[in-house]
């Protein structure tokens, strides 16, 4: 059964860091690309950061270039996504998927973890 | 950069009724559409990808259609199960969600 398990989440004041991983069980993990995706309270769907396979390809949403930074260590089936400089609009359940890639912008998100929730407050 | 835009955002429907949701591209996108369906509090769950291939384990009360810029999502007969919010996706964009409601 596939399996992704978000952690390391919390409350958090503006302008700090935070360390945010996914363990992932019941495939090859490092036969996916993945992605993160957030949700602000009451609000939709929001995509954040996607790396591929081997680690090398990495796209970050546009309001947190140069905050978060996503990453992987296939050895240990972990995907990550370290955030600084928060901002109280960072608040939001973050959740990983794995994305099956079809091609370049042909993709779906076919698993999801159950989420891990950041407050970003003062 | 590609916007989805659903409607509607909120639909109020009874069980057993034929419900559509539809998700309109910015441009054409050929049939690269998800959808999803998210109930408070849980994790997004995918119903269709590719704009009408069904995900295995999913009720076949569910389809999808369309192709290019305009898709719909279609629940043939509306069960309890089925109220929650749906969203559509290509690549890196969602739409904003349409809320299932019940009348």
């Known amino acids: 059964e596939v399996q992704l398990v978000e952690s390391g989440g919390g409350l958090v004041q503006p302008g700090g860091s935070l360390r945010l991983s996914c363990t992932a069980s019941?495939?090859?993990?490092?036969?996916?690309?993945m992605t993160w995706v957030r949700q602000a309270p009451g609000k939709g769907l929001e995509w954040v950061a996607l790396?591929?396979?081997?680690?090398?390809?990495?796209y970050h949403e546009e309001s947190v270039k140069g905050r978060f930074t996503i990453s992987r260590d296939n050895a240990k089936n972990s995907l990550d996504l370290q955030m600084n400089s928060l901002r109280i609009d960072d608040t939001a359940v973050y959740y990983c998927?794995?994305?099956?890639?079809?091609?370049?912008?042909?993709?779906?998100?076919?698993?999801w973890g159950q989420g891990t929730l950041v407050t970003v407050s003062s | 950069d590609i916007q989805l835009t659903q409607s509607p955002s909120t639909l109020s429907a009874s069980v057993g009724d034929r419900v559509t949701i539809t998700c309109r591209a910015s441009?054409?996108?050929?049939?690269?559409l998800a959808w999803y369906q998210q109930k408070p509090g849980k994790a997004p769950k995918l119903l269709i990808y590719?704009?009408?291939s069904l995900q295995t384990g999913v009720p076949s009360t569910f389809s999808g259609s369309g192709s290019g810029s305009e898709f719909t999502l279609t629940i043939s007969s509306l069960q309890p199960d089925d109220f929650a919010t749906y969203y559509c996706?290509?690549?890196?964009?969602f739409g904003g969600g349409t809320k299932v409601e019940i009348k």
């Open positions: 998927a794995r994305d099956l890639v079809v091609s370049a912008t042909h993709d779906w998100f076919d698993a």
């Open positions: 019941g495939f090859i993990f490092s036969d996916y690309w």
């Open positions: 790396i591929n396979q081997d680690g090398i390809e990495k």
């Open positions: 441009q054409s996108i050929g049939s690269w």
């Open positions: 590719k704009a009408s």
């Open positions: 996706q290509h690549w890196l964009t």
